[in-house]
């Protein structure tokens, strides 16, 4: 889940096979581009509980300041509210709401109205969040994608939560990772979020692939891996950071490690070739 105070747990399953391979081995119709989930993919957040923390004690100084006070149970409680109306959306619409309109869900729920004067840097601050307590790379990522990047198009598909795609960006960029990407798609951008297939299509035109040519690496049965499939695409499950869907997975290889995905993508043989 996109910047999710919520758990998702630890994998415990590695891709069967991958020990007893010390050579890497690429098919002659290998892939040619390769579309990346961002949470708990690229990134893994260990701190969305603090996050989330934090955020309540924004919120709580800005309700103040406008002569609004609510208890710890109440914030809590509209917090909470405010990822309930997320999942709601993201699951029946496919797009995800942006901060704001978070925001005003959270308002909602405490039966409270800002000013614009109030709500615009509340808004501001929450965008930015992420920035102060923010998630690292997922371990081996950035030793890996660079060679990833000189053997496929790579691309990253990433569903938004309170943090918006601008501001992803930059954590991309501070670690050195978002100059290997052709194209980044964001769903607070686009209006639209996994698993609706014209995401995925669109992404692949901006790469200049069709479907049978690439993999989507992602975390969600749900969005990644029946998303990516129902575009036409291969799908590779990383339970690196998130194993909650293994046991049902539908995807065509399971990858526990950043570093096995090289050899997991050149076991795949390109459907479009």
Known sequence: MPDSPRDPGRAVIRRPGSAACSRLWYPRLMLRAVTFDFWSTLFVDTRGAEREKLRGAVLAETLAQSGHRVTDQALNDALRASWDYFDSVWVREHRTPRCAELVDAILASLGVRLPDESAGPLVDRFDRLVLELPPEPMPGCVYTMPGLAERYRLAIICDTGYSPGSVLRRLLDHHGLLGHFAYAYFSDEHGMSKP?????????????????????????????????????????????????????????????????????????ICAGC
């Open 196 to 268: 609706d297939a014209r995401v995925f299509i669109h992404v692949l035109e901006e790469l200049g692939v069709r479907p049978g040519e690439a993999a989507h690496v992602g975390d969600i049965q749900r969005t990644d891996i029946a998303g990516a499939q129902g575009a036409g695409m291969m799908a590779v499950h990383f339970v690196g950071a998130n194993n909650r869907d293994a046991a049902r997975s539908t995807g065509d290889v399971l990858v526990s490690h950043f570093e096995d995905l090289p050899q997991a993508l050149g076991s795949l």
